[in-house]
Each structure stands twice: as structure tokens, then as C-alpha cells.
């Protein structure tokens, strides 16, 4: 059976602002046009987040005691467990005002936090040799708690960004599944983190930690994938296909929105993901989901199809690198 072609859309910023996806609508109005937070439409846009159908699934599967799925680690099974869910909502745009998602933050701050700060894993295959084995977990805990609304106010948040920062200026970003090379998975969701802390939240440390760590990407020709790697390693092909929502795997549009945000866009360096996005727009101006992640309780995107996520994150970068978006 032949598959259904990709439809044309004809004014893709409209598309982006219909109110079919609020969380889209929410962050294109707020991010990519930077419309101020007391914007009406921002606030509408904010508001019908919480209404909208995978937030309300996603909250309809956690249980009364605040988790979801399993009660041995919030951090498993993958995919199903507390903090994956909670790092679905923080995509959606949802926040820790909602008491039911609040409820499932401090089910992660307390049972999956280590004395250092980090996010210690404990499964029979993915668990950590060392506090900085296997940083993707870290970076993708700190994340999601950051962007549901934790910050620096809060010691638990504090302990875990000082540990993150600390291991990125350390360079710690080796992991045992890369043959103790630096991992760029890790060093990305660690990134990714810190760059959802507030500019006025970021402290010396963080600073340089941040500057430290996106040196050291840009230092790599990111669309080469020429970053270290284990010996004879192949290159992952998730890292060229544009996917949402990722996990511990990364590619480079994450990658490239991450050093973007952080203001690394108008750098020569950066060039080559300009042109690695630029190369996968549709003629009608969007881009095409190509991964999402495969055992997902509420899906939240259609591979295969025109991607209002991706558009939007795609926009984004090429603005913010001096480049326009109209229809290639």
C-alpha cells in the first residue's frame, strides 16, 4: 500500500500559530516572534497548554502517589517511567503550577537524586560506573525539572546544576558506552540543561561551564559528526535525522537550537548546521518528522510528516543565525 504523500502547507507561520497545537502555537509566539510574556495570545496560548489532549492523557496515566508506571525508580522503565512523562510535559510547555505535575517533580527530587547531586540510574543494563558515567541521564533529569520550573531558588535544583556544570568544566564527559570517550550525547543533554536555566540564574561556574562545553562542540564539524568517538565506531544515524521528542540520543537540530539559544548562531563555526537545516527544509518551507521515539504511552508527533515541532525549532535557529525562512 503506498504511504499518504506529505501535504503542502501553504503559509507555514500560520500553520505554527493555529491553535490545534497550543504548545507549538505557545512557542512560536514566544520564542521565534518574541512576543512579551503579557501578550493576550501568549497567555491564551499558555493557558490552553494544560487543556490540551496529550497533557491531559499523560496526567490521566499518573497514579495517585504522584508516579508513573513503575514505583522501583522514577528514572525507569525507559520511555514509561515519572521523569519521561515529566519530560514529555516540560516539551508540551507544562509547569510545575499544576499541582499533579509538582507532585511528580518531587517524586524525582526525592527518590532519584544522589547525595552529589546527580540522577544515579540503577537498571541491569544502564546503570553508572562513576557520578559522571552516562551524563545524558543527568542532563535530560536537570532539564525536564528546569523547564517544568525549578531553578537555583531551590537546593535540590541548585546541587544538581552545580554537579552538571562541574562535570562539563571537568570535561567529564566520557561514558562507557562510547569506550570512555567524550560522549556527545552527554555533553549535549548536559548543555541542553543549563542553557533552560535563566541568563540571571547562571552563576560564574555555570557560565563557564556552558562556554566551556559549546567551545568544545563548536570545535567539531557537527554535521560531520567529527566529534570523539570510540575507535572504529560507526557514526549514529539518529544523529542526522530530525527527531522529537529525543532521549538520551541527540541530533542536530537539538544541537544546534541548544547553541542558539545560548547566542552561538552568528559564529563561523556554526555555519555547517545552518546549512545541514537549511538542506532538509521542504520546498514549502517546513520540515519532515523524522524520528520520534518508539514505545511513547501518548504520542506526541507523526513521523513522516510535515512537523510543526521541528518547523518551529528550524525557524528558530535560522533566525537567530541571520537567515530567513521563506519557502526554499
Same mark, same amino acid.
Given at each position: 500500500?503506498?504511504k499518504?504523500?506529505?501535504?503542502i502547507?501553504?503559509d507555514?507561520?500560520?500553520?505554527l ?9 505557545y ?8 512576543h512579551?510574556?503579557?501578550?493576550l495570545d ?17 496526567l ?12 522501583v525508580?522514577?528514572?525507569n522503565?525507559?520511555?514509561c ?19 499533579a ?8 527530587w ?9 540522577f ?5 543494563t544502564?546503570?553508572?560506573f ?9 542532563g ?22 552545580g ?8 570535561a ?8 570512555? &570517550? #567524550?560522549?556527545? $550525547?552527554?555533553?549535549?543533554? !548536559?548543555?541542553?540543561? *543549563?542553557? +533552560? ?6 552563576n =560564574? ?12 562542540f ?10 570523539p ?16 521528542p529525543?532521549?538520551?540520543?541527540s ?8 547553541l542558539a ?43 513522516g &510528516? #510535515?512537523?510543526? $515541532?521541528?518547523?518551529?525549532? !528550524?525557524?528558530?535557529? *535560522?533566525? +537567530?543565525?541571520?537567515v530567513?525562512?521563506?519557502? =526554499?
Open positions: 500500500m503506498a499518504n504523500p506529505s501535504p502547507i501553504d507555514p507561520l500560520t500553520w500559530l493555529s491553535p490545534e497545537n497550543p504548545s507549538v502555537r512557542f512560536t509566539l514566544a520564542k521565534l516572534l518574541e512579551p510574556f503579557e501578550d501568549v497567555q491564551e496560548a499558555q493557558g490552553a497548554i494544560m487543556e490540551s489532549q496529550p497533557v491531559q492523557a499523560i490521566g496515566m499518573q497514579d495517585a502517589e504522584g508516579w508513573w508506571d513503575s514505583h525508580s522514577p528514572l522503565p525507559m520511555y517511567g515519572t521523569i519521561w512523562q515529566l519530560g514529555y510535559l516540560a516539551e508540551l510547555g507544562a509547569s510545575i503550577t499544576n499541582p505535575i509538582r507532585k511528580g517533580a518531587e517524586v524525582v526525592n527518590n532519584a537524586q544522589g547525595e552529589r547531586g546527580d544515579p540510574i540503577e537498571s541491569k544502564f546503570h553508572k562513576s557520578p559522571e558515567d552516562m551524563l545524558c541521564m543527568d535530560i533529569a536537570l532539564w525536564t525539572l528546569i523547564r517544568l520550573g525549578y531553578g537555583m531558588d531551590d537546593s535540590r535544583a541548585s546541587k544538581a546544576i554537579f552538571v556544570s562541574q562535570a562539563l568544566l571537568n567529564e564527559m566520557r561514558c562507557r558506552f562510547n569506550a570512555n &570517550q #567524550p560522549c556527545a $550525547w552527554g555533553g549535549m543533554k !548536559a548543555l541542553r540543561a *543549563l542553557a +533552560a536555566l535563566p541568563v540571571d540564574q547562571r =560564574a561556574t555555570t557560565r563557564s561551564a556552558i562556554d566551556k562545553s559549546a567551545r568544545f563548536l570545535e567539531c564539524n557537527l554535521a560531520q559528526a567529527d566529534f568517538r570510540k575507535p572504529n565506531g560507526k557514526i549514529s544515524q539518529h544523529w542526522f535525522k530530525l527527531g522529537f529525543r532521549n538520551y540520543q541530533d542536530l537540530l537539538e544541537m544546534a537550537f541548544t539559544d545560548l547566542g552561538y548562531a552568528t559564529e563561523k563555526r556554526f555555519k555547517p548546521l545552518v546549512d545541514f537545516i537549511l538542506y532538509k527544509r521542504r520546498p514549502d518551507g517546513t520540515w519532515k518528522l523524522e524520528e520520534t521515539l518508539p514505545k511513547m504511552p501518548v504520542p506526541l508527533a507523526q513521523k &510528516q #510535515p512537523s510543526r $515541532w521541528v518547523t518551529w525549532q !528550524a525557524w528558530y535557529v *535560522l533566525k +537567530a543565525a541571520g530567513e525562512n521563506p519557502k =526554499a
